[in-house]
């Protein structure tokens, strides 16, 4: 078989491999981190278009982080949106939140 072709199927096969896991790990950040106040998560996700979800997450997610730290109500939330933690997740978050834009063409599952 072509080595080229050989390198280019692996390749293809590598992205998708590292672009599903970043999904896979926004989505178990989205459940641990932001369910709690918004629940029904992916019907709140799929409010949002992918241009908006980009916006909000360009950055390391700084407009998410400063719309929270401004708001009284969403206090419990804070000490997440400044740690470390949120900074280092946020480019996986925003892949699974651009996933399941309204725009995404993803239905979620079970819906
Ligand atoms: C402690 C509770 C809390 C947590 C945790 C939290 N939020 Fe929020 N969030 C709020 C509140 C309160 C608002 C303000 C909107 C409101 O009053 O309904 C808000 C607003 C938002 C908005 C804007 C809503 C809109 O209609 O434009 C988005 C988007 C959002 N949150 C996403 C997230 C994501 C993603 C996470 C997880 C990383 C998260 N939130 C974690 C409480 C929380």
Redesign the pocket.
Same mark, same amino acid.
């Given at each position: 078989m072509n080595k080229v072709f050989l390198a280019a199927i692996s390749i293809a096969f590598f992205t998708l491999l590292s672009s599903n896991a970043a999904v896979y790990k926004g989505q178990k &950040? $989205?459940v641990k *981190?932001? &369910? !709690?106040?918004?629940e029904n998560g992916q019907v $709140?996700?799929s409010? !949002?278009k992918i241009k *908006? %979800?980009k916006e909000?997450m360009d950055q390391s997610?700084k407009a /998410?982080a400063s /719309?929270?730290l401004k708001? *009284?109500?969403? !206090?419990?939330? %804070?000490s997440? $949106?400044e740690s470390k933690n949120?900074e280092k997740n946020s480019k996986n /978050?925003k892949q699974f /939140?651009v996933e399941y834009a309204k725009d995404s063409g993803n239905v979620p599952a079970c819906n």
């Amino acid at each position: 078989m072509n080595k080229v072709f050989l390198a280019a199927i692996s390749i293809a096969f590598f992205t998708l491999l590292s672009s599903n896991a970043a999904v896979y790990k926004g989505q178990k &950040v $989205f459940v641990k *981190e932001c &369910v !709690k106040c918004h629940e029904n998560g992916q019907v $709140f996700i799929s409010k !949002k278009k992918i241009k *908006e %979800w980009k916006e909000l997450m360009d950055q390391s997610g700084k407009a /998410l982080a400063s /719309l929270h730290l401004k708001n *009284e109500k969403a !206090k419990d939330s %804070w000490s997440y $949106f400044e740690s470390k933690n949120y900074e280092k997740n946020s480019k996986n /978050l925003k892949q699974f /939140l651009v996933e399941y834009a309204k725009d995404s063409g993803n239905v979620p599952a079970c819906n």
